[in-house]
């Protein structure tokens, strides 16, 4: 006696729809983020030449993308820790490898490809790496 199996139509069984839907965005926490993102922005734009503010608008889009690709570095060791896949530490290994290939050759000469002086940005242990050491650590 065969036993036949029938594929899982997911948009007919209520079940198996309703655990693969994502849950929905937290509004409040989104329009606060942005509220705080606005005003860091217009503070930068008062303070700062317009590059700190566009880099921020830069640094904000990129870690959104991020965010939506859960491209991240606890993620990733996570994965590879519960359930044995190491594709996202490869991935980061990877990125890791041509940024240091890309970036090693311009400050060891200390120009760009654009002109301009380069140098590594070396600043004094302050209270800002000790907070940020605290929080991703």
Not at 28 to 39: T, Y
Request: proline letters at 5%; a positive charge.
């Amino acid at each position: 006696m065969t036993t036949r199996v029938q594929p899982v139509n997911e948009a007919r069984d209520p079940v198996r729809r309703d655990s693969l839907a994502l849950s929905p965005p937290q509004k409040a926490l989104v329009g606060g983020g942005i509220a705080v993102s606005f005003i860091l922005f217009l503070y930068l734009a008062a303070t700062q030449s317009m590059m700190q503010p566009m880099l921020m608008i830069i640094g904000l889009l990129l870690g959104f993308t991020l965010f939506h690709a859960r491209f991240g570095f606890t993620s990733a060791f996570r994965r590879m820790m519960s359930v044995g896949n190491g594709q996202a530490m490869r991935a980061h290994m990877l990125m890791l490898a041509v940024a240091v290939t890309l970036f090693a050759p311009i400050l060891a000469f200390g120009t760009s490809f654009f002109g301009q002086d380069v140098s590594g940005y070396v600043s004094p242990v302050g209270v800002s790496l000790l907070v940020g050491a605290f929080m991703f650590g």
